[in-house]
T-cell receptor, first 113, second 111 residues
Framework: DADVTQTPRNRITKTGKRIMLECSQT?????MYWYRQDPGLGLRLIYY???????NKGEISDGYSVSRQAQAKFSLSLESAIPNQTALYFC????????????FGSGTRLTVV | TQLLEQSPQFLSIQEGENLTVYCNSS?????LQWYRQEPGEGPVLLVT?????EVKKLKRLTFQFGDARKDSSLHITAAQPGDTGLYLC???????????FGQGTELSVKP
C-alpha cells in the first residue's frame, strides 16, 4: 500500500456541486498539506495542518475547506465547485521531528464542467 | 512573500548532453529541496540541502545551494531518457517550515 493515499484519482463534477477529496497516510507523520498544481504555476498551498487540532490557510484557500479527522486523515472540500478549480490536487505529509522532505500522494485530477 | 523562480521552464535535449536547472529567490531559505515528478504521480524527493555552499551528488545529478541560501542549481551529466520528467525546487519558508515551490522545469531527453 502507498504511504499516502488519495481518493478519488479522477473526478469530473458539475459547477456548483460540493465535492470532497480524501487523503490518508501510513507514515505516522504529524503534518499534512493540500496543494494544487496547474501547468506553469508549480504547486500552490491550499491548507495545511501541523497536528490534529491545527488548521491553517495557505496562499489560495478561498473556495476550499479542510477537515483533519485524525492524525492519518486530512480531507479537502470544494463547497461549490467552479471551473477554475479544475486542477491536479496533491496531499502531502512531513515529520516535524526531522527536516526531511514531503511524501506526496499520487494526486487527484479534478475537472469541473 | 517568498518566491522561487525556476529556469528554464522547458528543456529538450539529446541523450548524453549535460544540463543545468536554476532556482532563484531574493529571500533566504532555511533549506532547499529538489523533487522529480513523473506523469500521473506525485513529486518524489531527490535531495535536501541545508548549508550555504553545500554540494550534494546523486549519481549523475549534482545539487548546489548558494552561499547566501537564496538560490540553488541542479546539474545533470550525460542525461538519459530516464531523466525525463518535471523537476521542482522547493524552499522551506521562515515561518514554520512550509515548502514554497518553484514553477518547475519540464525536461525531455530524447534518445
Amino acid at each position: 500500500d502507498a504511504d499516502v493515499t488519495q481518493t478519488p484519482r479522477n473526478r469530473i463534477t458539475k459547477t456548483g456541486k460540493r465535492i470532497m477529496l480524501e487523503c490518508s497516510q501510513t507514515k505516522g507523520h504529524d503534518r499534512m498539506y493540500w496543494y494544487r498544481q496547474d501547468p506553469g504555476l508549480g504547486l500552490r498551498l491550499i491548507y495545511y495542518s501541523f497536528d490534529v487540532k491545527d488548521i491553517n490557510k495557505g496562499e489560495i484557500s478561498d473556495g476550499y475547506s479542510v477537515s483533519r479527522q485524525a492524525q492519518a486523515k486530512f480531507s479537502l472540500s470544494l463547497e461549490s465547485a467552479i471551473p477554475n478549480q479544475t486542477a491536479l490536487y496533491f496531499c502531502a505529509t512531513s515529520d516535524s521531528a526531522r527536516a526531511g522532505g514531503y511524501t506526496f500522494g499520487s494526486g487527484t485530477r479534478l475537472t469541473v464542467v | 512573500t517568498q518566491l522561487l523562480e525556476q529556469s528554464p521552464q522547458f528543456l529538450s535535449i539529446q541523450e548524453g548532453e549535460n544540463l543545468t536547472v536554476y532556482c532563484n529567490s531574493s529571500s533566504v531559505f532555511s533549506s532547499l529541496q529538489w523533487y522529480r515528478q513523473e506523469p500521473g504521480e506525485g513529486p518524489v524527493l531527490l535531495v535536501t540541502v541545508v548549508t550555504g555552499g553545500e554540494v550534494k551528488k546523486l549519481k549523475r545529478l549534482t545539487f548546489q545551494f548558494g552561499d547566501a541560501r537564496k538560490d540553488s542549481s541542479l546539474h545533470i551529466t550525460a542525461a538519459q531518457p530516464g531523466d525525463t520528467g518535471l523537476y521542482l525546487c522547493a524552499g522551506a519558508d521562515n515561518q514554520g517550515g512550509k515548502l514554497i515551490f518553484g514553477q518547475g522545469t519540464e525536461l525531455s531527453v530524447k534518445p
